[in-house]
C-alpha cells in the first residue's frame, strides 16, 4: 500500500517536474519568436544643398554605412541627399565624400544607391514617404514599405533652428508637422518602434512635440545650443563631419551584427566635453526599458533562421520557354532596318493631321458676344429667318 | 533541408536551348591631344518576344536583365535608349565618339504601334526608370518632352515610323555619379565580378573629362536574310582620361593606371570577350606591351583604323601571372578632322532678351551635305521664330524642311526641326531671338542664381565616307562598328550634340515677402498708430503724490478746515 502511495507520489513529482521544465522550454523558444519587430527600415535624410554644406551629406553617409554594415539591404533604405557632393566639380577627388581629415575614411563607397537626389528632397516628398501617400507610379525603391512589425530608423540633418529644419535654404518643417506625420504612421500600424536621430542647431526642439507611443528620439543639442562642425580637410576645403555624428559614427563603427550594445550606451555618446552641445534624448513614449533595447534593434537587420532537416518536395516544374511554330509553308518578308535621313521623305512629308480641338475660350466668347449684340439690336423676331 | 527538383525530362519534353548570347568588348583609343578614349559595351542578343499577348509572358530569364525585361513588355516599348553623362564631347580636338550622348541624361523611347496612351505610358515608363537607375528621371514631364517628326528615327527594325509613337526628353542638369553606376553595373550578367566590368572602378570613372554610361535596347536582324528578329541590349561605357591629371609628360598609359585594376579573366557566360586598340596611327611609333599578332581592320565613323585585339577568353592572353595589363606609348600626333562640328552659344545681355547661335562647320573641302537640326527649347524662353536666321558663307541658306512647334507656357516646350543643306568648307550660322519669361515665385528651383539649364541642340547627318562602308550584316563585327544600321556604303550617319545652354532667368528677391511684412508692420505701427492715439486718447494732468510730512499736513488742515497745502 504504502509502495504504491510512494510510487504515485513520484510519478506526480516527476510529471510535475517534467510540466515545469517543458514550460522553461517554451518560454525561451517563445522568448525568441515574440520579440517585437520582424523587419528593419532606414530613412536616412540630408536636407542641406550647396559645397559647403559637405558635412551633412558626410553625416547621412556614415549613418547610411553602419546601417548597411549591420545588415539593412538597400531595398529597406531610403537615402536623401539634397545635393551631390561626391562627383561636384569642386571635389578635388571625385566620388568620394570623406568623414575623417587625411582621407581616412570613403563613406561614399562603390555601391550606394540614392533614392532621392537633389531638387527631389523637399518636405513633401519627406512626409509622404513617411506617411506612405505616394503617387502610384513611385518605384518600389522609393517607398518605405514598412509595416506593423517594422522597426524604422529616422535620421534628419541639415540646419535647423527652434522648432524647425530648413529644407534646401527655401522651405521648413515644423516639430508640430513631424509629429503629426509619425501619429499618422502609428495610426495606420506603420511601425513598431521608431528611433529618431536629428543632428542639427536646437535639435531637441524637434522632438519636444511628439506625441505617438513607441518612440524614442536623440538630438545632437539643446534649445538654444548650435551643434557644432568637427574637423576641416585642408585639401577639400570644407568641415568634413560635424561633432556628434562624428563621434556616432566612432561609436558605431565598433558595432557588429551580434553585439549587445544597448540604447543607454547611445544616450552616452559625445558628452558636452566632446560635443561643446550637450545631446538629448526622450524616452518617455518608449514603452520598453532603454536599457535592454539593442543597438541592433534599429540600426541592424533582423533575421530569424530557422534551421530544418526535412525534404521539401518542390513539384510544379519550371516552364519551358515557347516554341515558335515553325515557318515552313509560311512566306516571311524579310525585315530591314529604316532609313535614318530620309531626305526625300522628310522634304515632302505632309504636316501631320492635328486632332479637332473645340474651339478656344476667348473664340466662343467673342462669338457670344456678336451673337447677343445682333439679337440685342434687331430684336429675337430674326431668329426664325436664321434658323 | 534538401530541395528535389523535379525533372523536366520526366514529363517527356525537352528544354529548348538557350537563346541569348553575351558579349563584351573594350576599345582603347588614344586621342592626339594625349588623352585616351575607352569605351566599354556589352550586348545580350535575345531571341523572344517582349510583347506578346496572353498569358505565355515572359517569365525566365537569363542573361538579360529581369527589370528591364519587365519594363520591356508592361510599356510596350519598342526601342529605349538612356543615356547619362558628365562632360562633354570635345569634337575637333577628339573626334567622333563611337555612340554619341549629351551632357546630362538622355531619354528616348519608341511604342509599339498597339499603345493607346503614349502619354501615359511615358509618365509612367520615366517613373520606373528613375527607380532603377537611381536617377531623377521623374522630373521628365510635358514641359520638357517632345515628339521629334525627322530626327530619331527607329535605330532597330521596325515598320513603325509614325511618330506619334516617340517621346525624346532630355535633363541637362542630372547629375552621374556612383549611384547611376552602382544600379548600370547590376544589369551586367556578370556584375562587376568577372570580365571586362572588373575595370569600373568609379574613383577612377569619374575624375576624368567624359564620363557616359547608356542602355540602349532595340530589335535587331538575327541573320543576313533578316528573317527573324532578336532583342538586343546593349550597355555602353565612355570614357575620356584626362591626360594631366596622371602628371606625366609622357603619352604612356596602362590599365592599371586608367583604372586601378587588372583583367584577370574573361566573364564565364561571354561568347566573346574583347580588347581592342587602335594603332591605325602611326604605327612604327606605337609600342604595345604585352605584342599581339592577332590585327584587325575595321571601317567605323567613315574612316578605315587598325586594331590590335586581345582575346580574353583565350588563356595565353593573361600570360603567367594570370593578370592581363596592357600598356601603351605612342608618339604620334595625326588626328583625322572631323567632317562635321557644331556649337551653340547665348548672346546678348541683360535679363530680359538674348539670341540663341547655332553653329555647324562643314569640313568636307569639296561636298555638301544635308544636316537635321533639332532644337528642344525649355518654354520659359520664348522664342521669337520671325527673327529666324540661316546664313552660310554670309549668304541666306533656306532650309528645305522646317517643322515648329511652339510652346506652351507651363505645358510643352519649343520644338525645331530644320533640313539644312551645308555648303563644303563652310561655317552655317542659325540665330533666333528670345525673350526671357517671368517664372511663378514657386517654379524657382532652390538655387535659381544657378542659372536655368537648356538642353543640347542634335544635328543628324549622313556624312559622305571617305572609305566604302560594308552595308552586309556579320555576327564577327566588333560591336563599335556595329551599332548604327548602314544603308549606303558611300555615308554614314552620324548625330552631334552641341553644348547645353545656361541663362539666367530674372530672378526675384525671395526675402522681399518678408522684408514687405516687416516694412508695412512698422509703417502702420508708427505711422497710423501714433495719428490713432493722438485722435482717440484724452490726456488728464496727473499730479505726483506728495511726500509724507505734506500728507500729514494736509491731514491736520482738513480736519481743521483750512485750505490745503499745494
Known sequence: MSHDFLQMHLKAVISCLLIFLYKVHTTKAGQFFSSGHTNNWAVLVCTSRFWFNYRHVANTLSVYRSVKRLGIPDSHIVLMLADDMACNYRNPKPATVFSHKNMELNVYGDDVEVDYRGYEVTVENFLRVLTGRLPPSTPRSKRLLSDDRSNILIYLTGHGGNGFLKFQDSEEISNMELADAFEQMWQKRRYNELLFIIDTCQGASMYERFYSPNLMALASSQVGEDSLSHQPDLAIGVHLMDKYTFYLLEFLEEVHPASQANMNDLFKVCPQSQCVSTPGHRTDLFQRDPGSVLITDFFGSVRKVEITKDTINLTSPVEPPIQRSGSGDIQIESLTYVDQLPVAEIIHQKPKQKDWHPPDGFILGLWTLILLVFFQTYGIKHLKHIF | ?566
Not at chain 2, 542578343?45 to 537569363?62: A, C, I, P
Not at chain 2, 568577372?194 to 567624359?210: C, I, N, Q, R
Not at chain 2, 562647320?361 to 528642344?376: E, I, K, Q
Open chain 2, 1 to 566: 533541408a534538401a530541395f528535389l527538383l523535379n525533372d523536366g525530362t520526366k514529363n517527356g519534353e525537352t528544354f529548348a536551348p538557350a537563346k541569348d548570347q553575351f558579349q563584351e568588348e573594350l576599345v582603347i583609343r588614344p586621342l592626339h591631344s594625349g588623352d585616351i578614349y575607352a569605351s566599354f559595351q556589352f550586348r545580350t542578343l535575345w531571341d523572344t518576344d517582349f510583347l506578346q499577348e496572353g498569358q505565355k509572358k515572359v517569365s525566365h530569364y537569363r542573361l538579360f536583365p529581369k527589370s528591364l525585361g519587365q519594363v520591356l513588355s508592361k510599356f510596350s516599348v519598342q526601342e529605349l535608349h538612356i543615356s547619362f553623362t558628365q562632360g562633354f564631347w570635345r569634337t575637333m580636338q577628339w573626334g567622333q565618339p563611337f555612340i554619341p550622348s549629351p551632357p546630362g541624361a538622355e531619354l528616348w523611347v519608341w511604342f509599339h504601334d498597339t499603345v493607346s496612351d503614349v502619354d501615359g505610358n511615358w509618365k509612367e515608363l520615366t517613373n520606373v526608370l528613375s527607380g532603377i537607375f537611381c536617377a531623377s528621371l521623374n522630373f521628365i514631364d510635358m514641359t520638357n518632352t517632345v515628339q521629334p517628326s525627322a530626327s530619331f528615327k527607329p535605330l532597330g527594325l521596325g515598320n513603325a515610323t509614325d511618330h506619334r509613337f516617340l517621346r525624346y526628353a532630355t535633363l541637362p542638369r542630372e547629375i552621374v555619379c556612383t549611384e547611376n553606376l552602382t544600379p548600370w553595373k547590376k544589369l551586367l550578367p556578370c556584375g562587376s565580378k568577372a570580365g571586362l566590368a572588373v575595370l569600373m572602378k568609379s574613383e577612377k570613372l569619374f575624375h576624368s573629362s567624359f564620363h557616359s554610361q547608356a542602355v540602349h535596347i532595340r530589335p535587331i536582324c538575327q541573320d543576313e536574310q533578316c528573317t527573324s528578329k532578336a532583342w538586343e541590349l546593349r550597355q555602353t561605357l565612355n570614357v575620356v582620361f584626362d591626360h594631366y591629371t596622371s602628371g606625366q609628360g609622357k603619352k604612356e598609359w596602362s590599365l592599371f593606371k586608367m583604372f586601378s585594376r587588372t583583367l584577370t579573366e574573361a566573364c564565364p557566360l561571354a561568347s566573346s570577350s574583347k580588347v581592342y586598340v587602335d594603332i591605325t596611327d602611326n604605327p612604327e611609333l606605337f609600342e604595345l606591351s604585352p605584342a599581339t599578332p592577332l590585327l584587325s581592320q575595321a571601317v567605323v565613323l567613315g574612316d578605315r583604323r587598325t586594331y590590335s585585339v586581345y582575346d580574353l577568353t583565350r588563356a595565353e592572353t593573361f600570360g603567367q601571372l594570370r593578370s592581363f595589363n596592357l600598356l601603351l606609348r605612342w608618339k604620334g600626333d595625326n588626328m583625322l578632322r572631323p567632317l562635321l562640328h557644331a556649337e551653340r552659344y547665348v548672346a546678348g545681355f541683360g535679363l530680359q532678351t538674348g539670341e540663341i547661335h547655332t553653329v555647324i562647320y562643314n569640313n568636307h573641302p569639296y561636298r555638301a551635305f544635308p544636316v537635321l537640326l533639332m532644337d528642344s527649347v525649355p518654354w520659359y524662353l520664348q522664342l521669337y521664330i520671325h527673327t529666324l536666321t540661316v546664313t552660310s558663307k554670309s549668304r541666306d541658306n533656306k532650309p528645305s524642311y522646317i517643322h515648329y512647334q511652339p510652346a506652351k507656357d507651363r505645358h510643352r516646350p519649343h520644338l525645331l526641326e530644320m533640313l539644312i543643306q551645308l555648303p563644303p568648307h563652310s561655317m552655317t550660322e542659325v540665330t533666333v531671338q528670345f525673350e526671357r519669361a517671368l517664372l511663378k515665385w514657386t517654379e524657382y528651383t532652390p538655387d535659381p542664381n544657378h542659372g536655368f539649364y537648356v538642353g543640347s541642340s542634335v544635328v543628324s547627318a549622313l556624312v559622305p565616307s571617305m572609305v566604302a562602308m560594308s552595308t552586309n550584316f556579320t555576327q564577327d563585327q566588333p560591336l563599335f562598328s556595329s551599332f548604327v544600321p548602314v544603308k549606303e556604303e558611300s555615308s554614314y550617319f552620324v548625330r552631334v550634340y552641341t553644348e547645353p545652354l545656361l541663362v539666367n532667368l530674372p530672378t526675384p528677391d525671395f526675402s522681399m515677402p518678408y522684408n514687405v511684412i516687416c516694412l508695412t508692420c512698422t509703417v502702420v505701427a508708427v505711422g497710423y498708430g501714433s495719428f490713432y492715439n493722438l485722435l482717440t486718447r484724452t490726456f488728464q494732468v496727473d499730479e505726483p503724490s506728495p511726500p509724507l510730512a505734506k500728507r500729514l499736513a494736509n491731514f491736520i488742515r482738513r480736519i481743521r478746515g483750512v485750505p490745503l497745502l499745494a
